[in-house]
């Protein structure tokens, strides 16, 4: 990189963090609380990651995702899942057209909701496995493929799952291998009790408050790539991949609670949502390179659902949450 270049990436990391203490001002005019939520969805945008929110009905998770689409001058879509709907309804059919003046017929593909920049997808356990590979092909591989052609969706494309983790009722889970691809898992959790006060106030008078745009689409690809960048020390490295690597209940660094515990730990995927995740937070901190503190600081949203607690586990009644805060007290 040459001196210029150099510069020109510290300019930018400078802007990057101005820009983002005005989107959390803008999207707090509208999201009372949730700061950390807030935090943790703007770092897995700038990695080009994606976010799977669980919590109960009502604590404006869908909000918050349209607030966020907003502040970033971003296209929206929100995709209702239910168990009749079918992956056409995500990403598109075709249908015939005809020529008014020829009389000819042809096929034109008609773009579904996963062609936008925000895809909130609610309640993705609540459709069968064949609809949720529809959308998670898609945040894969950022393109969708329909009788034989494929169609790149826009950049920058971000994923919001939801679930209520209440009613598992007729819902249909995410395998690991799927639920591996979310970078992030955010819990909500309910307001403190100022916080609700503050959210009654706002929400049952006539003033809506209306944020700014902050970001276009166009900045934000260019602080994805800003963010690959960012250069990290060795001992950083090492660290999340002992992290990851611990989660392994046949590892040689496995500790004995993750033996008991755990059928399966996370993947090489970990290691990555780990190093980039402490990479955003560093920039969006001001500072132009991750510290330890910065992995340790998205350890809990990237291993939560990547590791598998077995029976053991549960008739202890230790949750996923709980053995990742003992691993990170065990790594020290």
């Given at each position: 990189?040459?001196?210029?270049?150099?510069?020109?990436?510290?300019d930018?990391?400078?802007?990057?963090k101005?820009s983002y203490?005005?989107?959390?001002?803008?999207?707090g005019t509208v999201i009372?609380?949730?700061?950390?939520?807030?935090?943790q969805l703007?770092i897995?945008l700038?990695?080009?990651?994606?976010c799977?929110?669980?919590?109960?009905?009502g604590?404006a998770?869908?909000?918050?995702i349209?607030?966020l689409?907003?502040?970033?001058?971003l296209?929206f879509n929100?995709?209702?899942?239910?168990?009749?709907l079918m992956p056409?309804?995500i990403t598109g059919?075709?249908?015939?057209?005809?020529?008014?003046t020829t009389?000819s017929?042809?096929?034109k593909?008609?773009?579904?909701?996963?062609?936008?920049n925000v895809v909130?997808?609610?309640e993705?356990?609540?459709t069968p496995p064949?609809?949720?590979a529809a959308?998670?092909?898609?945040m894969q591989e950022?393109?969708?493929?329909?009788?034989?052609q494929t169609?790149?969706?826009?950049?920058?494309?971000?994923?919001?799952?939801?679930?209520n983790?209440i009613?598992q009722?007729?819902?249909?889970?995410?395998?690991e291998?799927?639920?591996?691809?979310?970078m992030f898992?955010l819990?909500?959790?309910?307001?403190?009790?100022?916080?609700?006060i503050r959210i009654v106030?706002?929400t049952t008078?006539?003033?809506?408050p209306?944020?700014?745009?902050?970001l276009?689409?166009?900045?934000?690809?260019h602080?994805?790539d800003?963010?690959r960048?960012?250069?990290?020390?060795?001992?950083?490295?090492?660290?999340a991949?002992?992290?990851?690597?611990m989660?392994r209940?046949?590892?040689e660094?496995?500790?004995k609670?993750?033996?008991?515990?755990?059928?399966?730990?996370?993947?090489?995927?970990?290691s990555?949502?780990?190093i980039?995740?402490?990479?955003?937070r560093?920039?969006?901190?001001?500072?132009?390179s991750?510290?330890?503190a910065?992995?340790?600081k998205v350890?809990g949203p990237t291993l939560?659902?990547?590791?598998?607690p077995n029976?053991?586990?549960?008739?202890?009644?230790?949750?996923?949450i709980?053995i990742v805060e003992?691993l990170?007290?065990?790594?020290?």
């Amino acid at each position: 990189m040459t001196g210029r270049e150099g510069a020109a990436d510290v300019d930018a990391a400078r802007e990057l963090k101005s820009s983002y203490d005005a989107l959390r001002a803008e999207i707090g005019t509208v999201i009372i609380g949730q700061d950390t939520v807030v935090e943790q969805l703007l770092i897995a945008l700038l990695a080009r990651g994606h976010c799977l929110l669980v919590g109960v009905p009502g604590l404006a998770k869908t909000l918050l995702i349209k607030t966020l689409a907003e502040v970033l001058d971003l296209t929206f879509n929100r995709i209702q899942f239910t168990p009749d709907l079918m992956p056409s309804d995500i990403t598109g059919t075709e249908i015939i057209e005809e020529n008014v003046t020829t009389g000819s017929k042809s096929f034109k593909f008609i773009r579904g909701p996963v062609f936008a920049n925000v895809v909130l997808a609610d309640e993705i356990n609540r459709t069968p496995p064949k609809t949720q590979a529809a959308l998670l092909e898609a945040m894969q591989e950022h393109r969708v493929t329909a009788a034989g052609q494929t169609y790149t969706l826009q950049e920058p494309f971000f994923v919001l799952a939801t679930q209520n983790p209440i009613e598992q009722e007729g819902t249909y889970p995410l395998p690991e291998a799927q639920l591996d691809r979310f970078m992030f898992n955010l819990w909500v959790d309910y307001p403190s009790h100022d916080e609700e006060i503050r959210i009654v106030k706002a929400t049952t008078s006539m003033a809506r408050p209306t944020p700014r745009r902050i970001l276009t689409g166009k900045q934000i690809a260019h602080f994805q790539d800003l963010v690959r960048k960012v250069p990290v020390a060795d001992n950083v490295i090492d660290y999340a991949v002992r992290i990851t690597t611990m989660t392994r209940p046949k590892s040689e660094t496995a500790p004995k609670f993750i033996r008991d515990w755990l059928s399966w730990g996370a993947g090489p995927r970990a290691s990555q949502s780990l190093i980039l995740g402490a990479k955003t937070r560093a920039l969006l901190d001001g500072r132009h390179s991750p510290d330890i503190a910065d992995v340790r600081k998205v350890t809990g949203p990237t291993l939560r659902h990547r590791i598998v607690p077995n029976f053991n586990a549960e008739a202890d009644g230790v949750t996923a949450i709980e053995i990742v805060e003992r691993l990170l007290q065990e790594a020290g």
